[in-house]
């Protein structure tokens, strides 16, 4: 049995995992799809203060409340940001990192710093208070404003990604235009410390294509 932690993308909660949440659940493994501090059911939390560590240590509460050990983390988008965070503050609780459609950061990167210039746009278009990032019109209606600091802080590491057994990236291959994510793939897709999966979806990949992601999830399981 697996033990799966979900991390979704910005302006999104653990709801988006909808779709494979209760497949993994019924091949028997346990599964936490989590909502960040600041977002969705959690959006009465949001303050100018939630940043990206705030929710490095979300994940690694969880983690330790729950006594989670060997774990999966799952990050979507933004998601990757925090995985390779919480992954390198109790990295003896982690066994795999998969990144879907997601960043990669090393040390020092933010989302600012990895972003294109069109979507840094979208970060500085905050709302009234000054620190929301609003969701965009195509979104799920369900989807929060998400915290501005947290895109602008930068992680910090002291470890790299290859203490852990496995890291996978899901690429999603079928966007509406160019992928902002495609040089990642690329990169990775050349290095044989990682597996790689092209798959024909859009940036959704947990609504678009449930199935594949299964069962690249549950491989080697």
């Known amino acids: 049995m697996a033990t799966y932690v979900l991390i979704p993308g910005m302006c999104h909660g653990g709801w988006?995992?909808?779709?494979i949440t209760d497949q993994l659940r019924r091949a028997g493994h346990r599964v936490y799809p989590l909502t960040l501090?600041?977002?969705?059911?959690?959006?009465?939390?949001?303050?100018?203060?939630v940043n990206l560590e705030t929710h490095i240590q979300d994940v690694v509460?969880?983690?330790?409340?729950?006594?989670?050990?060997?774990?999966?983390?799952?990050?979507?988008?933004?998601?990757?940001?925090?995985?390779?965070?919480?992954?390198?503050?109790v990295p003896e609780r982690i066994d795999s990192l998969v990144y879907l459609d997601a960043v990669v950061p090393r040390h020092g990167d933010s989302m600012w710093l990895l972003v294109s210039e069109e979507?840094?746009?979208w970060y500085l278009d905050v709302v009234e208070t000054?620190?929301?990032?609003?969701?965009?019109?195509?979104?799920?209606?369900?989807?929060?404003?998400?915290?501005?600091?947290?895109?602008?802080?930068?992680?910090?590491?002291?470890?790299?990604?290859?203490?852990?057994?496995?890291?996978?990236?899901v690429y999603a291959a079928s966007w509406d235009g160019e992928s902002p994510f495609t040089s990642i793939y690329e990169r990775l897709r050349?290095?044989?410390?990682?597996?790689?999966h092209a798959v024909d979806s859009k940036h959704n990949l947990m609504r678009d294509a449930p199935d594949e992601l299964v069962a690249i999830l549950l491989?080697?399981?």
């Open 37 to 49: 501090t600041g977002l969705a059911e959690r959006s009465h939390l949001l303050t100018a203060s």
């Open 119 to 121: 979507e840094r746009q």
């Open 190 to 196: 050349d290095d044989p410390q990682w597996r790689t």
């Open 130 to 169: 000054g620190y929301v990032v609003p969701p965009l019109p195509f979104f799920d209606p369900r989807a929060t404003g998400h915290p501005l600091a947290s895109l602008l802080q930068s992680v910090q590491l002291t470890g790299d990604l290859t203490r852990f057994r496995r890291r996978e990236y």
């Open 219 to 221: 491989a080697d399981r």
């Open 61 to 89: 509460r969880l983690l330790v409340a729950e006594d989670i050990e060997d774990a999966v983390l799952v990050g979507h988008s933004y998601g990757g940001m925090v995985i390779t965070g919480a992954s390198d503050r």
């Open 16 to 19: 988006c995992f909808e779709s």
